[in-house]
Nanobody, 114 residues
Framework: QVQLVESGGGLVQPGGSLRLSCAAS????????MSWYRQAPGKERELVAG????????DYADFAKGRFTISRDNVKNTVYLQMNNLKPEDTAVYYC???????WGQGTQVTVSS
C-alpha cells in the first residue's frame, strides 16, 4: 500500500532553514506528481509546492516563492522541501501528498519561534 513518511521538521528560529523529506513506497514514485501541503492551527490545509514526475515543472504558493524549493530524487523515492528564511507564520504541520492517489503522509511539525 501507499506509504508516505515525512521527516525533518523541528523547532527553528526566525530566519533559519529546514529541509523536509518525504520517503515514498508502495507505488511507482517516478510516475507521479508530488506535493507538499501545510496546516497551521485553526487554519485550513494549504498547498505549499508541487513537482512533476520528472522534476522539471514546479509549482509554488505565493508565500513559498523565493524561500522554499521543492525537489525529488526518483532513485531514492523521496521528495524534499528546502525551506529558507523561515518566519513564525510558517509554523504548521507539513504533509506530503500524492494528488492522483489521494494519499497523505502523517505530517511533520515545523515550529518557527525565537
Amino acid at each position: 500500500q501507499v506509504q508516505l513518511v515525512e521527516s525533518g521538521g523541528g523547532l527553528v528560529q526566525p530566519g533559519g532553514s529546514l529541509r523536509l523529506s518525504c520517503a515514498a513506497s508502495g507505488f511507482t514514485f517516478s510516475t507521479y506528481y508530488m506535493s507538499w501541503y501545510r496546516q497551521a492551527p485553526g487554519k485550513e490545509r494549504e498547498l505549499v509546492a508541487g513537482i512533476s514526475n520528472g522534476g522539471s515543472n514546479k509549482d509554488y504558493a505565493d508565500f513559498a516563492k523565493g524561500r522554499f524549493t521543492i525537489s525529488r530524487d526518483n532513485v531514492k523515492n523521496t521528495v524534499y522541501l528546502q525551506m529558507n528564511n523561515l518566519k513564525p507564520e510558517d509554523t504548521a504541520v507539513y504533509y506530503c501528498y500524492v494528488p492522483l492517489l489521494k494519499s497523505w503522509g502523517q505530517g511533520t511539525q515545523v515550529t518557527v519561534s525565537s
